[in-house]
């Protein structure tokens, strides 16, 4: 959970590599919430040699008055990886804009009154053979 700075960094870095695809996705405006499952890379678990593994997680955001996307196709194959969650205050504090930041320059813009975040497993863990690695370069 969380509801300040701190704990939304913690939130980041725990879903950082999550993979979605955007039917995996759902904002509903009448209770004001947006969701997201992803495939989770445990980094929790991670060392630098297999086994690694995923699971299932939903990301849940509370509060949500809006959202906006830039950066995403249209194309409902497309694998989404999240890189990043920011959060930046509005003019009248607790409320502000939430930041999904993915691979591939998308975003999702969330306006929300408060930050109240959750990220839960929701199922078993998997084993995958691939470590997210951010050092390779790209030719």
């Known amino acids: 959970l969380a509801e300040d ?3 939304l960094a913690i939130i980041a870095a725990a879903a950082q590599d999550g993979l979605m695809k955007a039917q995996d996705i759902r904002f509903d ?4 919430t947006f969701g997201m499952e ?3 890379f445990q980094w929790e678990r991670a060392g ?3 086994p690694f593994f995923r699971s299932r997680s939903v990301l849940a955001f509370a509060g949500v008055e809006s959202v906006r996307t830039r950066g995403v196709t249209k194309d409902v194959d497309a694998v989404y990886s999240l ?5 930046a205050t509005a003019a009248e504090p607790p409320a502000g ?4 930041v993915f691979s591939g320059e ?3 813009e969330l306006k929300a009154e408060c930050l109240d975040v959750t990220l839960v497993d929701i199922g078993p863990a998997w084993p995958t053979r691939r470590r997210p690695d951010h050092e390779k370069k790209r030719p």
């Not at 405006?29 to 004001?32: G, I």
């Not at 804009?97 to 999904?100: K, S």
């Open 5 to 7: 700075a701190d704990g």
């Open 48 to 50: 630098k040699r297999m």
């Open 97 to 100: 804009v939430v930041t999904l």
């Open 83 to 87: 890189m990043d969650i920011r959060f």
């Open 29 to 32: 405006a009448r209770s004001r």
């Open 106 to 108: 998308a975003q999702f």
């Open 38 to 40: 992803i495939n989770r």
